[in-house]
């Protein structure tokens, strides 16, 4: 089996070790549990967080995520338009922040994860296919 890039399974919130497990238990709109994790993957059984609150660390990741954005809105805003009044781009910025708060949350964590989470990448173990 051909290895999964890391990009993609970043993209796709997959597991750090097996790059087919889910790491979170719905989809990032389902306002209800977008929050939820799986604590081990479905897939290899790897357990997620080394330590109890781990994910907290993930904040430091979703302050820099916020910084970008806040800095891609405002300029989006200053080239496309020019000179705004200052509501303008804090309208536009709070807007931005609350529709992308659950892909920045879920990104955060599986950022810092993919970072902090001393997990590698383990090559599926291949069986007789082809005898
Ligand atoms: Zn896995």
């Known amino acids: ?12 919130g997959k597991c750090p070790q097996c790059h087919e497990g889910d790491l979170f238990k719905s989809k990032p709109y389902n306002l209800r549990k977008f929050t ?4 081990t993957c479905p897939n290899c059984g790897v357990q997620y967080a080394r330590e109890p609150r781990f994910f907290e ?24 338009f020019g000179r705004q009044p200052t509501y303008v781009f804090m309208t536009s910025i709070i807007v931005a922040v609350i529709l992308l708060y659950p892909l920045q949350l879920r990104y955060s964590r599986i ?8 997990l590698k990448y383990k090559e599926p173990v291949v069986t007789d296919q082809n005898n």
């Open 36 to 39: 939820q994790m799986h604590e």
């Open 111 to 118: 950022l810092y994860l993919y970072a902090f989470g001393n």
């Open 1 to 12: 089996m051909a290895k999964k890039s890391v990009g993609r399974a970043i993209a796709l």
């Open 57 to 80: 660390g993930a904040m430091y990741v979703s302050y820099a995520i916020s910084v970008a954005l806040f800095l891609t809105v405002a300029f989006t805003i200053y080239f496309l």
